[in-house]
């Protein structure tokens, strides 16, 4: 561990542009262990996630012999990206550390100058030597057309070899920057529309929220709607799908669409492009597969929207007579996406006047498709499309 950290640092000093004038301290490097790693270093506990595996396959005693999996899509699949499974178990552990106990980690040097990230040369490449080694391409570098930093970061998580958007941490990064260098851009479209707000003090404001007055956060909380994620930008969908309700009434079917990520073949020729996993045993593979899927959470949930979107395209809109619809992607905890939604189906009385279970029964068997050849016809036809398709 000790001579791997040295060797590190004396090539990114003589290849990384912006660690050339670094100084490596002899005494840090000998506070660490001559093998293996710190400790108190806080690391993923790769144990959790095999066994987050394993009881898929393992259920209570008189299930075993049936091998029955249900909901796949609960236990393996993408990171949700507000989701980071041993944070919370982290900050515990550190807390409950005894005072005075023997620590491997290097106290950093803190000085009071702070970084500016909108100026600063190679703090991104800083940050992440090892997916900018040589430190260039840095989004603050000097060049003769600005790159906007949307379009750098896109870039970035759709590289080529997938480094980027591999990274555990830089795609939390991105997504974390990108999120307040658009809050702090809105903040000054609201200062430019309402320039008394801005000239509002820090106890001016501590009083309004102090005494409830709350219309000022109401107009940034507007502003800020744009904003994927947040509260308000929810609320906003929200109101979006009751003024749908208001004008079409009732919608005719709820519906919800689970992301079958371990079965689809053409999402393998994406993720396994050397079919390197054909070969394992049923088991080995399904545990590849689902390795997978964490290691490429951007084309994942790229691949279940396109893979959505073409079938409410293709599938629903027309087999269905599909007026209108509403939907939404979500992830779970540490599972795969999923889709819930609302379709407003052609020539349908309104749901809400149903008063009777008969009338239930009568209105649900109104919906099925015919059972003729022509209906299993139309569905080969588009499953066949959907293989063909190159996504």
């Known amino acids: 561990m000790r001579e791997y950290v ?15 004038d670094i100084k490596i301290s002899d005494e840090n490097i000998a506070s660490l262990p001559e093998e293996g790693v710190p400790l108190d270093l806080p690391v993923m506990d790769a144990g959790i996630e095999e066994q987050r595996e394993d009881d ?70 800083m940050a992440f030597p090892a997916l900018f080694p040589s430190g260039k391409a840095d989004l603050r570098e000097p060049r003769i057309r600005k790159v906007p930093a949307r379009l750098y970061l896109y870039y970035l998580m759709s590289y080529y070899d997938q480094r980027f958007a591999r990274d555990s941490r830089f795609r939390y990064f991105a997504w974390n920057s990108l999120t307040r260098w658009w809050a702090l851009a809105l903040g000054t479209v609201y ?21 409830g007055d709350s219309s000022l956060a109401c107009h940034v909380a507007y502003c800020a709607q744009q904003m994927r994620g947040c509260r308000v930008y929810w609320y906003s969908r929200l109101k979006e799908l009751i003024s749908m309700v208001n004008q079409l009434g009732p919608p005719t079917i709820f519906f919800t669409l689970s992301a079958a990520d371990l079965q689809w073949p053409e ?21 590849e597969r689902a390795k ?23 599938f629903l809109k027309k087999e269905f007579k599909v007026v209108d619809h509403w939907y939404r992607f979500e992830w779970q ?6 889709v819930h939604g609302f379709l407003w ?19 649900a068997h109104g919906i099925r498709i015919p059972v003729s050849e022509s209906s299993y016809k139309t569905i080969i036809r588009v499953h066949r499309k959907f293989q063909r398709i190159q996504i």
């Open 56 to 125: 898929v396959h393992h259920g209570p005693p008189e299930l075993q012999d049936q091998f029955v999996c249900i909901d796949d899509f609960e236990s393996v699949g993408t990171i949700g990206v507000n989701v980071q499974p041993d944070q919370e178990r982290e900050i515990r552990r550190a807390l409950e550390e005894k005072e005075g106990a023997e620590k491997t980690n290097v106290e950093l040097p803190f000085s009071g100058q702070v970084i500016d990230e909108f100026t600063t040369q190679g703090y991104i490449t």
């Open 333 to 338: 905890s540490r599972g795969s996406g999923h």
């Open 6 to 20: 040295r060797q590190a640092l004396e090539w990114l000093k003589e290849n990384h542009k912006y660690y050339k």
């Open 191 to 211: 200062i430019n529309r309402n320039p008394r707000d801005g000239e509002l003090t820090i106890e001016k404001i501590r009083e309004m929220v102090s005494s």
């Open 292 to 314: 997978l899927l964490n290691e490429n959470p951007l084309v994942v949930s790229w691949f279940l929207q396109k893979r959505v979107d073409l079938f409410l395209k293709l």
């Open 267 to 287: 999402l393998y020729k994406l993720l396994d492009t050397e079919n390197r996993l054909e070969s394992l045993d049923p088991n080995r593979r399904r545990r």
């Open 345 to 363: 189906l052609e020539d349908r009385s309104d749901p809400s006047r149903i008063a009777t279970d008969e009338e239930a029964r009568s209105y």
